[in-house]
Nanobody, 124 residues
Framework: QVQLVESGGGLVQAGGSLRLSCVGS????????MGWFRRAPGQERRFVAA????????YYAEAVKGRFTISRDNAKNTMYLQMNNLRPEDTAVYYC?????????????????WGQGTQVTVSE
């Protein structure tokens, strides 16, 4: 059973930075596109960013474009999300996800393996 484990969340002031990590178990990490979703209090899960298998192509939600950077190190079975210039509206639980067979990248249905999530809280 493939598992994804996130780390790196925490409390930070507005304008600060955090780097999230996601480690995947098993030998197939490099054969899947990976991504990040987030769920803010009282809201549905929303797409944040995605990266293809090699790391050559990346995709971002408009809300984070220019502030967040997604990357991966397949040799370490690890994906990252560098978050800069954080805002209070970035407060959410962040989930690491693995691409599933459906084509809808920006909806939760497009991802079939989810981590347990890591809390990010941005204060004023």
């Amino acid at each position: 059973q493939v598992q994804l484990v996130e780390s790196g969340g925490g409390l930070v002031q507005a304008g600060g930075s955090l780097r999230l990590s996601c480690v995947g178990s098993g030998s197939t990490f490099s054969t899947y596109s990976m991504g990040w979703f987030r769920r803010a209090p009282g809201q549905e899960r929303r797409f944040v960013a995605a990266i293809n298998r090699s790391g050559a192509s990346t995709y971002y939600a408009e809300a984070v474009k220019g502030r967040f950077t997604i990357s991966r190190d397949n040799a370490k079975n690890t994906m990252y999300l560098q978050m800069n210039n954080l805002r209070p509206e970035d407060t959410a639980v962040y989930y690491c996800v693995r691409r599933g067979p459906q084509s809808t990248m920006e909806t939760p249905e497009g991802w079939n393996i989810w981590g347990q999530g890591t809390q990010v809280t941005v204060s004023e």
